[in-house]
T-cell receptor, first 107, second 113 residues
Framework: GQNIDQPTEMTATEGAIVQINCTYQ??????LFWYQQHAGEAPTFLSY????GLEEKGRFSSFLSRSKGYSYLLLKELQMKDSASYLC????????FGAGTTVTVRA | SAVISQKPSRDICQRGTSLTIQCQVD?????MFWYRQQPGQSLTLIAT?????????ESGFVIDKFPISRPNLTFSTLTVSNMSPEDSSIYLC??????????FGPGTRLTVT
């Protein structure tokens, strides 16, 4: 089976940095996705990691360690619009999603 | 990326009835998927919609309850049959692009009374 864990909630201040961790134990692994989902909207693609290491895309970075079954999403220079749910998903020819981390950005 | 539309965007249905949800993509895609997101929960894959053959269902989902059609590479439908209040959920279609990126449609919010 698939087991994907991420924290339920995180709160941070505008302009700060937040790191959302994701650990996984899955029967197969091709890569790991991060999605952002605002309330009432569909998930939007943020990043996809296949190899170990850090991928940077503007204010968002994603890290993967395949040997440790671990990833994190780093959100820098937080803005109010970053308040959303962040979903970690493992690609095993189909996507298995974690429960999501709700990030609240406060002024 | 791909532009995905779904119809209807929301519906309120009575138990025992069926609803068919349509998913249209603006380009031909090989992979199309249907997900369910129950209130306050994450996404669960229902099935992979295969063009020209029967859909591939995940554990816990069966064709009699969730029949799927995929007549071509830009369109798919999901039917939620014999609905009960437990089927109240958001149903999303998604497509695979460039081998690994998956994009989601806006979702269909279903309430069963």
């Amino acid at each position: 089976g698939q087991n994907i864990d991420q924290p339920t909630e995180m709160t941070a201040t505008e302009g700060a940095i937040v790191q959302i961790n994701c650990t996984y134990q899955t029967s197969g692994f091709n890569g790991l996705f991060w999605y952002q989902q605002h309330a009432g909207e569909a998930p939007t693609f943020l990043s996809y990691n296949v190899l170990d290491g850090l991928e940077e895309k503007g204010r968002f970075s994603s890290f993967l360690s395949r040997s440790k079954g671990y990833s994190y999403l780093l959100l820098k220079e937080l803005q109010m619009k970053d308040s959303a749910s962040y979903l970690c998903a493992v690609d095993d020819y189909k996507l298995s999603f974690g429960a999501g981390t709700t990030v609240t950005v406060r002024a | 990326s791909a532009v995905i539309s779904q119809k209807p965007s929301r519906d309120i249905c009575q138990r025992g009835t069926s609803l068919t949800i349509q998913c249209q993509v603006d380009s031909q895609v090989t992979m199309m998927f249907w997900y369910r997101q129950q209130p306050g929960q994450s996404l669960t894959l229902i099935a992979t919609a295969n063009q020209g053959s029967e859909a591939t269902y995940e554990s816990g989902f069966v064709i009699d309850k969730f029949p799927i059609s995929r007549p071509n590479l830009t369109f798919s439908t999901l039917t939620v049959s014999n609905m009960s209040p437990e089927d109240s959920s958001i149903y999303l279609c998604s497509v695979g692009v460039r081998g690994y990126e998956q994009y989601f449609g806006p979702g269909t919010r279903l309430t069963v009374t």
